[in-house]
Nanobody, 123 residues
Framework: QVQLVESGGGLVQAGGSLRLSCAAS????????MAWFRQAPRNQRELVAF???????VYADSVKGRFTISRDNAKNTVDLQMNSLKPEDTAVYYC?????????????????WGQGTQVTVSS
């Protein structure tokens, strides 16, 4: 399995931007489908954005038009650019990956996880 390490979280005012980055260890990173999830207190972990090995993307309705997921297979990274942040975006954000995606966007479909990074958006 791929080892994942997130960075880039922090505190930002509403309307601001943050960029999260996830560094992956696997030499076969380019074969992995990757995603960003988030989990707020008392909430279930939810998909934010997903990118296939070939670069196709899927976004949660709540972040469409504000967030962008991208990957750099040469650097073994997957990033999440977050613009126009809202207080409701406050959560711990997790990078996740899977070599063989089942077609289900649930968190149980992803076998590799980072430790998470806190994003806090103040109003």
């Amino acid at each position: 399995q791929v080892q994942l390490v997130e960075s880039g979280g922090g505190l930002v005012q509403a309307g601001g931007s943050l960029r999260l980055s996830c560094a992956a260890s696997a030499r076969t990173f380019s074969w992995y489908d990757m995603a960003w999830f988030r989990q707020a207190p008392r909430n279930q972990r939810e998909l934010v954005a997903f990118i296939t090995a070939s670069g196709s993307t899927v976004y949660a309705d709540s972040v469409k038009g504000r967030f962008t997921i991208s990957r750099d297979n040469a650097k073994n990274t997957v990033d999440l650019q977050m613009n126009s942040l809202k207080p409701e975006d406050t959560a711990v954000y997790y990078c996740a990956g899977t070599r063989y995606w089942s077609g289900d966007y649930q968190s149980s479909s992803f076998r590799s996880w980072g430790q998470g990074t806190q994003v806090t958006v103040s109003s």
